[in-house]
Protein backbone atom coordinates (compact mmCIF):
# COMPACT_ATOMS: atom_id res chain seq x y z
CA UNK A 1 0.00 0.00 0.00
CA UNK A 2 1.56 3.60 -1.22
CA UNK A 3 1.31 6.25 0.91
CA UNK A 4 2.37 9.90 0.30
CA UNK A 5 2.20 11.92 3.27
CA UNK A 6 2.40 16.20 2.51
CA UNK A 7 3.72 18.88 4.57
CA UNK A 8 4.96 22.44 4.54
CA UNK A 9 1.61 24.21 4.04
CA UNK A 10 0.64 27.18 6.66
CA UNK A 11 -0.23 30.67 6.10
CA UNK A 12 1.55 33.14 4.20
CA UNK A 13 1.49 36.53 3.21
CA UNK A 14 1.92 37.72 -0.35
CA UNK A 15 4.87 37.65 -1.71
CA UNK A 16 6.31 35.25 0.82
CA UNK A 17 7.46 31.95 -0.15
CA UNK A 18 6.70 27.86 1.34
CA UNK A 19 8.03 24.35 0.41
CA UNK A 20 5.72 22.00 0.24
CA UNK A 21 6.95 18.05 0.91
CA UNK A 22 5.59 14.53 -0.10
CA UNK A 23 7.02 11.81 1.32
CA UNK A 24 6.22 8.16 -0.07
CA UNK A 25 6.15 5.24 1.81
CA UNK A 26 8.77 3.33 -0.56
CA UNK A 27 10.81 4.21 -3.38
CA UNK A 28 9.90 6.59 -5.47
CA UNK A 29 11.88 5.80 -8.46
CA UNK A 30 8.65 3.11 -9.25
CA UNK A 31 6.78 6.33 -10.30
CA UNK A 32 6.83 7.53 -13.48
CA UNK A 33 5.43 10.72 -12.78
CA UNK A 34 4.78 12.42 -9.52
CA UNK A 35 3.13 16.04 -8.66
CA UNK A 36 0.81 18.45 -7.13
CA UNK A 37 -2.63 19.37 -7.76
CA UNK A 38 -4.05 21.88 -5.82
CA UNK A 39 -7.78 23.06 -5.28
CA UNK A 40 -9.45 26.13 -3.94
CA UNK A 41 -13.12 26.26 -2.44
CA UNK A 42 -15.58 26.02 -5.59
CA UNK A 43 -13.11 24.92 -7.93
CA UNK A 44 -12.04 21.97 -10.46
CA UNK A 45 -8.55 20.46 -8.91
CA UNK A 46 -6.23 21.31 -11.09
CA UNK A 47 -2.75 20.46 -11.60
CA UNK A 48 0.30 22.27 -10.62
CA UNK A 49 3.39 21.07 -11.62
CA UNK A 50 4.45 17.73 -12.24
CA UNK A 51 7.91 15.27 -12.63
CA UNK A 52 9.12 12.10 -14.69
CA UNK A 53 11.17 9.84 -13.16
CA UNK A 54 13.88 10.68 -15.46
CA UNK A 55 13.07 14.41 -14.24
CA UNK A 56 11.24 15.99 -17.02
CA UNK A 57 9.19 18.83 -15.58
CA UNK A 58 5.84 20.43 -16.40
CA UNK A 59 4.08 23.57 -15.04
CA UNK A 60 0.82 25.10 -15.13
CA UNK A 61 0.64 28.95 -16.20
CA UNK A 62 -0.26 30.44 -13.62
CA UNK A 63 2.64 29.26 -11.59
CA UNK A 64 5.80 28.85 -14.13
CA UNK A 65 8.52 31.15 -13.09
CA UNK A 66 7.31 31.03 -9.28
CA UNK A 67 7.04 27.54 -8.19
CA UNK A 68 9.52 24.53 -8.72
CA UNK A 69 9.28 21.01 -8.50
CA UNK A 70 12.21 18.81 -7.84
CA UNK A 71 12.24 15.24 -6.28
CA UNK A 72 15.05 13.35 -4.03
CA UNK A 73 15.15 10.01 -4.76
CA UNK A 74 16.98 8.89 -1.59
CA UNK A 75 14.69 10.76 0.94
CA UNK A 76 11.92 9.45 -1.36
CA UNK A 77 10.25 12.74 -1.37
CA UNK A 78 9.14 15.06 -4.05
CA UNK A 79 9.26 18.75 -3.11
CA UNK A 80 7.29 22.07 -4.55
CA UNK A 81 8.84 25.23 -3.78
CA UNK A 82 6.44 28.06 -3.96
CA UNK A 83 7.70 31.74 -4.42
CA UNK A 84 6.41 34.94 -5.04
CA UNK A 85 3.13 33.79 -3.67
CA UNK A 86 -0.02 35.53 -4.60
CA UNK A 87 -3.60 35.50 -3.00
CA UNK A 88 -4.67 33.28 -6.14
CA UNK A 89 -2.59 30.27 -4.94
CA UNK A 90 -4.78 29.71 -1.64
CA UNK A 91 -6.22 26.09 -2.21
CA UNK A 92 -5.36 22.65 -0.70
CA UNK A 93 -2.40 21.23 -2.21
CA UNK A 94 -2.64 17.36 -3.19
CA UNK A 95 0.42 15.02 -3.57
CA UNK A 96 -0.26 12.42 -6.23
CA UNK A 97 1.61 9.33 -7.55
CA UNK A 98 1.28 8.07 -11.08
CA UNK A 99 2.66 4.12 -11.45
CA UNK A 100 2.31 2.27 -14.71
CA UNK A 101 2.80 -1.29 -15.06
CA UNK A 102 0.55 -3.00 -17.17
CA UNK A 103 -1.82 -0.78 -15.38
CA UNK A 104 -2.75 2.57 -14.59
CA UNK A 105 -2.29 3.11 -10.63
CA UNK A 106 -2.46 6.59 -9.02
CA UNK A 107 -2.22 7.84 -5.96
CA UNK A 108 -2.86 10.53 -3.45
CA UNK A 109 -2.22 11.98 -0.39
CA UNK A 110 -4.49 13.83 2.17
CA UNK A 111 -3.95 17.21 1.27
CA UNK A 112 -1.89 19.83 2.91
CA UNK A 113 -4.07 23.90 3.20
CA UNK A 114 -2.01 27.12 1.84
CA UNK A 115 -3.41 30.23 2.33
CA UNK A 116 -1.67 33.22 1.15
CA UNK A 117 -3.14 36.35 2.86
CA UNK A 118 -2.43 40.08 1.56
Known amino acids: QVQLVESGGGLVETGGSLKLSCAASGSIRSFNTMGWYRQAPGEQRELVAAITSSGSTTYADAVKGRFAIYRDNAENTVYLQMDSLKIEDTAVYYC????????????WGQGTQVTVSS
Open 96 to 107: YALRVVLTTAKY
